[in-house]
Structures are given as C-alpha cells and as structure tokens.
C-alpha cells in the first residue's frame, strides 16, 4: 500500500445504486483483484459494535437474528483485518460497500457527534464513553481512510428508493429479512458526508472548493491529469453516475479504470450468470438481478416520467401511503445527490 494506486479501491455508495451490477463487472478480474462485497455491513447491523437500530435490542428476536446473521461478533476492527488478509494475496482489494455503514445514522445516539469504533480504538468504551472525534463524522480513524483510494457511485433517489422500498416489504422482505423500511438507510447524507469528509481532509482532491456555488462544467468534469502536480490522477475526484454507467457502461468502466490504475479489458463487460456470487448470499433478495445478468450492456430503452407518472406508479404499486413515503424520502435525499452528481466523471 506504498503508491496510491496499490491501494484497496473502495467504492463508497447507497442501496440500490446497480452497485452490485458495477461490482461484477470487476469480479471478472479474479486474478488480480480480490472483491469484498460489502464487508462493513456485518458490524455495522450485526456485531456488538452495530450503529444500525434495524436488529437492535436484549429481545430474542433481535438477538436470534443477529447471531442466525453469523456475523454477530463481527467488529470493525475485524472487517478491517479481513480487507487486510485479502490484499496478502497477491490481488489488488476492490471493496464496494455502503457509505452508511461508516457514519452513525440519525437515530443512532452519536449522530451529531461520531465516536470511533471501541475496536479501533482501545482506550475507548461504547455508548456515550466513545473517544469524541470532533472534526472526523465516520466512526473510523482518519488514517485508516487514508489507506483506500475511494470512489463514488450514486442514483438518483427516485429510482434507488423505491427500489429499496420493495425489497422491505412482502413477499421480497421474506429473503431480505428487512421487515420494514426505514427512511434514514437510504444513505445520501451518509455518502456526502464521508465525501466532504475526505475532501476536506485531502484524501481525495478535486477542483472547485465543494463550498463553492456551482462549479462550472469544465471544472467539474476534470477528472483526468492533476492541475496543480500535487496529486496524480489516483487521488482525483470519482464519481460514477448509474445512469451515465447505464447509457455508456464500456466509456465509464475504462475512465473508471484509468482513474483507478485497473488494466481495462472489454471482457469485464461480461459474464456468466450466478458465477462466482456466494458472496451476496449473506443479503439474500437484494441482488438477485445482478446475480442472473451476464454483462453489462448499454440499456436500449431509458424511461423519462415525470413526477406525477412516478407516483402514479407508486400508488399502484405500493399504495397511496407508502407512495407518500417514497416520495418524501426521495426528495429528502435530492438535495444530497444534485451535490454529488455535480462531481460526476463524464464522457
């Protein structure tokens, strides 16, 4: 982890943002990448550590959940030491994981003050004893962020929350085990938040200042050779827009791929169905399309409706109040996303 394009490559995101559709695509590459899907999300819900309130509780639902999860003594501390043993391999990590899992969600007690992780922290207890981390909003040390070369990829939430609405409730709920929806997972806060984070902090670097108003189009969208010599293109700016991946998935992938120092290779643009997917079985029903897909195709039709269809559909779907729901979360997190998307890589 000496040159910064040695580094584990992490792509931080929401749920379903075709992050898991993005991930197989570098799953083609087994030798010489080693993928970790998700790997936070095990102490993140499950483990003594867990931010989540999903299957929180001394109940014995709660807890047969977490330990029926088999990851309910997983720690952050040991994910970080799994991502460690993956890179001795001889592969280069690829990581693609929710950006929700590192920043203490808005129900959660350290939600206007992070604490760091009690396992990556020795000297600290849970629960309100946390060692505060005054400027840093993630529950993990600033230098161990500093490890990864991240990326970013987004979907506007009016596609990814209804999306994530249906895997929350009957029949699809049965195989999520996600019993209910919750607003607050849809994760764009989380995600800007870590974004700002790391800008600030310089571990990734990209023109203009995020504070700045509206930056101009040609500023925003040089996502190429470093302009100032003070960082190379490993440590730019990388936002991927699904539904730019969509329309133009080889033109994405290979910029992806430069900014990331991956060899691209237009065979990673396919694949062969279920191949080598045991790794999503611990989130069973989430990824079952990106499971039975062989590649990734530029989409031959593009659906534009307006607000008023969307909730139309929704209504029928779903019913009017759980429209009303989809509908408020999705506009909630708009304003997360419009800054996001500002930063995207175009080609």
């Given amino acids: 982890m000496v040159l910064s394009e040695e580094r584990p490559i992490f792509v931080a995101t929401h749920p379903r943002s075709c992050s898991t559709a993005f991930e197989r695509v570098f799953m083609t ?8 899907h998700e790997p936070f999300g095990d102490a993140f819900y499950y483990g003594p550590e867990r931010l989540s309130s999903r299957y929180e509780g001394d109940h014995n639902d709660a807890i047969g959940d977490r330990e029926k999860s088999g990851f309910h003594e997983a720690t952050y501390s040991s ?6 043993i993956s890179g001795k391999e001889g592969k280069r990590v690829f990581i693609k994981d929710m950006a929700c899992y590192l920043v203490p969600p808005s129900d959660h ?3 206007e003050k992070a604490v760091l992780a009690p396992s990556v922290t020795p000297s600290a207890t849970f629960n309100g004893n946390g060692v505060s981390t005054v400027k840093n909003p993630t529950i993990l040390p600033l230098s161990v962020l500093k490890k990864f070369q991240f990326a970013f990829l987004i979907r506007n939430p009016r596609k990814a929350v209804p999306s994530y609405y249906r895997c929350c409730i009957p029949p699809l709920n049965e195989m999520t085990g996600f019993k209910y929806f919750m607003p607050n997972e849809a994760g764009y806060r989380e995600l800007r938040v870590l974004f700002e984070y790391l800008l600030k902090e310089g571990v990734i670097k990209h023109p203009p200042s995020p504070s700045s108003p509206s930056p101009s189009p040609s500023s925003s969208q040089t996502n190429g050779k470093a302009s100032n010599g003070e960082h190379s293109i490993y440590n730019n700016v990388c936002v991927i827009d699904a539904d730019e991946l969509l329309d133009n998935p080889k033109e994405i992938i290979k910029k992806f791929c430069e900014m990331t120092g991956i060899e691209f290779d237009e065979k990673m643009l396919e694949w062969g169905a279920h191949e080598g997917c045991e790794n999503f ?3 069973k029903g989430f990824h079952e399309d990106a499971i ?11 659906k534009v409706r307006t607000r008023e ?3 139309e559909e929704w209504v029928e779907k779903y019913g009017e109040e759980a429209a009303g729901v989809i509908g408020r979360t999705a506009d909630e997190n708009m304003e997360d996303y419009e800054f996001l998307r500002r930063f995207r890589v175009v080609v």
Avoid at 292 to 302: A, D, E, H, V
């Fill in 292 to 302: 039975g897909s062989s590649g990734l195709k530029p989409r031959t039709k593009k």
């Fill in 281 to 283: 079985d611990k989130w």
């Fill in 79 to 84: 994910v970080l030491k799994e991502i460690e």
């Fill in 29 to 36: 590459r087994e030798k010489d990448l080693c993928c970790l």
């Fill in 109 to 111: 007690s350290t939600f």
């Fill in 309 to 311: 269809e969307e909730m």
